[in-house]
């Protein structure tokens, strides 16, 4: 009974849960709560925050990773273990991300409030808004 009423919790808040998409059968699930994501290992894990809300918060696993932040107070994106990570800060006052160690690319990143690391090597590349892993 838990179970059920844990997944239809998450079906009355809006919650996006598609399947695996790779003929497998999977039922994995992405769930976001409004702008409060963790993303299934084996889904591609995309999401566009919602404009000017305090905290966008996106947690992947190892699957390709997109997220567009848009004015947010945080957009905080993890995707240290995703095949590859792209993230745009959309002019929000603090990004953070944490990349893999290649294969990663963070635009509009402006200032100190905006940190990227690259796995296990420490800080990304900038070069002018853009910083990379390689």
């Known amino acids: 009974m838990t179970r059920f009423a844990f997944c239809f919790g998450l079906f009355a808040c809006g919650v996006t849960t598609p399947t695996g998409g790779d003929g497998s059968g999977s039922n994995q699930v992405s769930a976001c709560d409004s702008d409060n ?4 290992s084996a889904l591609d894990c995309s999401h ?8 966008c918060y996106v947690q ?7 997220v567009t932040c848009n004015n947010n107070g945080t957009c905080h994106v993890e ?11 959309g002019g929000s006052t603090e990004c953070q991300v944490t990349c893999p160690a290649t294969g990663c690319t963070v635009k509009n990143c ?7 690391t690259c796995g296990d090597s420490g800080a990304a590349a900038r070069s002018g808004t853009t910083a990379s892993c390689p």
């Open 37 to 40: 994501c963790v993303c299934a």
């Open 110 to 116: 402006v200032g100190a409030a905006c940190e990227v």
């Open 60 to 66: 992947a696993a190892t699957a390709p990773v997109d």
């Open 79 to 89: 995707c240290v273990s995703a095949a590859s990570c792209k993230v745009d800060c």
């Open 48 to 55: 566009t925050c919602t404009p000017g809300v305090a905290q």
